[in-house]
């Protein structure tokens, strides 16, 4: 049971064009969504987050926007550069009993940024 | 500064063999994860400690154990091997205690493992 969805394994983007990530997710509990980004053999780095209780949050060429009500989560790299190139995965946190919270990852989309 | 540090990064074990992955980290986190990465699978939560002689199950926890005698460091044990292990495993710690807060989790560049 996949509560959180990246339905796009890749995504091909020419330099200087949005590129627009998606995620999905079917619990409504969920208090936090984050996006990492990967590079080949590196561990996954954290980009942007953005609390459930909002609906927009940028920083620099990165957006993320929620839509709670579709339960659908977007990343926005406006503009898109080569170096963009990676793997990203949205994750989504909410609280449990034991251990205070938990962290749920998509399976990632592969970002294509062609110069 | 080193943040999250795996060793080793590559290993091939026959089916059957033991061994031990090391994470440690120098932040001063309270929380570590083991994670394990598999195609169109994303990062699945192996076990995880919430602190000093913690530790916890997360989601894929059975053929694996753990334990975090030190707060910089964060064992995973594989005490006979299978090919359905084959994997990129992932450590990570964070400082976050609670559901209410973006805190990110900081990852290591994690270790290729083949059980042949």
């Known amino acids: 049971d996949q509560q959180v969805k990246q339905n796009s394994p890749s995504l091909s983007v020419q330099e200087g064009r949005i590129s627009i990530l998606n995620c999905d997710y079917t619990n409504s509990m969920f208090d936090y969504f984050l996006w990492y980004k990967k590079y080949p053999a590196e561990g996954p780095t954290f980009l942007i987050s953005i609390s459930s209780i909002k609906d927009k949050n940028e920083d620099g060429r990165f957006t993320v926007f929620l839509n709670k009500s579709a339960k659908h989560l977007s990343l926005h790299i406006v503009p898109s550069q080569p170096g963009d190139s990676a793997v990203y995965f949205c994750a989504a946190i909410r609280g449990v009993r034991i251990g205070g919270f938990k962290t749920i990852f998509g399976a990632g989309t592969r970002l294509f940024v062609k110069a | 500064n080193a943040g999250v540090t795996q060793t080793p990064k590559f290993r091939v074990l026959k089916t059957g063999q033991s061994m031990t992955l090391l994470c440690a980290q120098d932040?001063?986190?309270?929380?570590m994860y083991w994670y394990r990465q598999d195609p169109g699978m994303g990062l699945r939560l192996i076990h995880y400690s919430v602190g000093e002689g913690t530790t916890a199950k997360g989601e894929v926890p059975d053929g694996y154990n753990v334990s975090r005698l030190k707060k910089q460091n964060f064992l995973l044990g594989l005490e006979s091997a299978a090919p359905s292990q084959t994997s990129v495993y992932f450590c990570?710690?964070?400082?976050?205690?609670?559901?209410?807060?973006?805190?990110?989790?900081?990852f290591g560049d994690g270790t290729r493992l083949s059980i042949l």
């Open positions: 932040m001063n986190h309270e929380y």
């Open positions: 990570a710690s964070s400082y976050s205690t609670g559901a209410n807060s973006n805190q990110p989790q900081h």
